[in-house]
């Protein structure tokens, strides 16, 4: 079974500059999440999709970052502009969606770097 | 914000030696799942003990779960040097949709 896929897996932009990453969820996958990893840190959730409607994304950075899934599938997080702070990796992760519990599948990551 | 916190934060130990990792929160949860992250790659699940649950095994790890101190605390026995990585609870906390909210991690290195 293939897994999480994600791209790019490094990505060093400067800052007040747009960047999008991709992610592709585990086939038959109903959730999808978004995390924010700080170097030192626990990874932070940004938002969570149920196929292609948003179920939280109440710790996302609205002013600047977006995301979203089409066709309740491929997903993508963009963040316009970047900020220095916004150095980190992000994850995505998958999940069936089923009653809990349910079993997260995480993908390899993008880290970013903002110069 | 972290529900959960790891304690310690960083454990060295030598192979074969028993690793236990501890993880405070702050909330009633669902469950707890302990994650594995080596260095510069994804998280794996480890495992995950329900809310009405004391103890589970898998393999060479044991989850203690005690919802009245809100603490649980992940035990690797016979450690290899393949068990150096970050380790991370995570709680599903009661009322959410399943998302997770994770601690800071222990980052655990077992020399061979």
């Known amino acids: 079974e293939a897994g999480v896929a994600q791209s790019p897996r490094y990505k060093i932009i400067e800052k007040r500059q747009s960047v999008a990453f991709w992610c592709n969820p585990i086939?038959?996958?109903?959730?999808l999440y978004w995390y924010q990893q700080i170097l030192g840190q626990g990874p932070k959730l940004l938002i969570q999709?149920?196929?292609?409607?948003?179920?939280?994304d109440s710790q996302l950075p609205k002013d600047r970052f977006s995301a979203e899934r089409l066709k309740g599938v491929d997903s993508t997080l963009k963040i316009q502009p970047a900020k220095l702070e916004d150095s980190a990796v992000y994850l995505c992760?998958?999940?069936?969606?089923?009653?809990?519990?349910?079993?997260?599948?995480f993908g390899p990551g993008t880290r970013l770097t903002v110069l | 914000s972290q529900q959960g916190e790891e304690d310690p934060q960083a454990l060295s130990i030598q192979e074969g030696e028993n690793a236990t990792m501890n993880c405070s929160y702050k909330?009633?949860?669902?469950?707890l799942q302990w994650y594995r992250q080596n260095s510069g790659r994804g998280l794996v699940h480890l495992i995950l003990?329900?809310?009405?649950?004391r103890e589970k095994h898998s393999g060479r790890l044991r989850v203690t779960l005690d919802t009245s101190k809100k603490s649980s605390s992940l035990l690797i026995t016979a450690s290899r040097a393949a068990d150096t990585a970050s380790y991370f609870c995570?709680?599903?906390?009661?009322?959410?949709?399943?998302?997770?909210?994770f601690g800071k991690g222990t980052k655990l290195s077992v020399k061979p």
């Open positions: 992760a998958s999940s069936l969606g089923i009653a809990p519990p349910d079993t997260q599948y």
């Open positions: 995570a709680t599903d906390r009661r009322g959410s949709q399943g998302n997770l909210i």
């Open positions: 909330t009633s949860i669902n469950n």
């Open positions: 003990i329900r809310s009405n649950e």
């Open positions: 999709f149920q196929n292609n409607g948003v179920v939280d």
């Open positions: 086939s038959g996958h109903a959730t």
